[in-house]
T-cell receptor
Framework: SAVISQKPSRDICQRGTSLTIQCQVD?????MFWYRQQPGQSLTLIAT?????????ESGFVIDKFPISRPNLTFSTLTVSNMSPEDSSIYLC???????????FGEGSWLTVV | AQSVAQPEDQVNVAEGNPLTVKCTYS??????LFWYVQYPNRGLQFLLK??????LVKGSYGFEAEFNKSQTSFHLKKPSALVSDSALYFC???????????FGSGTRLSIRP
C-alpha cells in the first residue's frame, strides 16, 4: 500500500483566509483524489487530480474555491480559499494502489475555521 | 449511477459476540466493494475489498465480508467483537468502468465490555 503524508495535520484558520494542504506519496501514482469529510458526515469527493492536466471537479465544487495543483506523480496540493466556518472539515488526500485500484488515504488535514 | 447505503447509523454489540455491519450497493456494471475503518481523530484505514472470485473475503483485524450479488450486499462481519473494534466503518463502491469511489454514510460500531 502507498504511504501518504499530509501537511498540515491540523490548523485553526481565520475566516476569509486561504490555506494550502500538501499531499506527498512515497510512490508514483497516476490518480490522486481529494475528499472532504464534514463533522459527523461521510466522505465527499472534491476532485480528481491527474498529473499534467487540470483537475476534474465534482458537482458542487469549483476551482476558484478549491484550486488544485499536481506538479508531478508523487505530489499534490489543495487550497481552500476564502474560508468560512462551513469549510471546517477534514480534508483527505487519497491515491489508488494495488490490484483492483484500492484507494488509500492519508491521515487527513483537520481544519477549523473561526 | 453508483450508490451505496449503510442502513444503520449505529451498531451496539457486547464484547465476544459476533458483529455485522450492513451495506448494500447499486452500480451499473461489475462492483468493486470496499470497507474502511476510521478510529477517533484518524484518517481512513483500508480493511478489505471484493473485486472478483470468492464471495467471502478476509481482511485486517479479523474482519471479513460476504459479497452477495443477488441481494447487492456486502456486509462486514467478525465472529468475536473486541472493544478495540469500536470505530466508524465506511462501505464504499466503485463501478468497474469508473475511476471514483463512492462512500456510504458510515456506521458507528460500539463494543461494550
Amino acid at each position: 500500500s502507498a504511504v501518504i503524508s499530509q501537511k498540515p495535520s491540523r490548523d485553526i484558520c481565520q475566516r476569509g483566509t486561504s490555506l494550502t494542504i500538501q499531499c506527498q506519496v512515497d510512490s508514483q501514482v497516476t490518480m490522486m483524489f481529494w475528499y472532504r469529510q464534514q463533522p459527523g458526515q461521510s466522505l465527499t469527493l472534491i476532485a480528481t487530480a491527474n498529473q499534467g492536466s487540470e483537475a476534474t471537479y465534482e458537482s458542487g465544487f469549483v476551482i476558484d474555491k478549491f484550486p488544485i495543483s499536481r506538479p508531478n506523480l508523487t505530489f499534490s496540493t489543495l487550497t481552500v480559499s476564502n474560508m468560512s466556518p462551513e469549510d471546517s472539515s477534514i480534508y483527505l488526500c487519497s491515491v489508488t494502489g494495488g490490484s483492483g485500484n484500492t484507494i488509500y488515504f492519508g491521515e487527513g488535514s483537520w481544519l477549523t475555521v473561526v | 449511477a453508483q450508490s451505496v447505503a449503510q442502513p444503520e447509523d449505529q451498531v451496539n454489540v457486547a464484547e465476544g459476540n459476533p458483529l455485522t455491519v450492513k451495506c448494500t450497493y447499486s452500480v451499473s456494471g461489475n462492483p468493486y466493494l470496499f470497507w474502511y475503518v476510521q478510529y477517533p481523530n484518524r484518517g481512513l484505514q483500508f480493511l478489505l475489498k471484493y473485486i472478483t472470485g470468492d464471495n467471502l473475503v478476509k481482511g485486517s483485524y479479523g474482519f471479513e465480508a460476504e459479497f452477495n450479488k443477488s441481494q447487492t450486499s456486502f456486509h462486514l462481519k467478525k465472529p468475536s467483537a473486541l472493544v478495540s473494534d469500536s470505530a466508524l466503518y465506511f462501505c464504499a463502491v466503485r463501478d468497474s468502468s469508473a475511476s471514483k469511489i463512492i462512500f456510504g454514510s458510515g456506521t458507528r460500531l460500539s463494543i461494550r465490555p
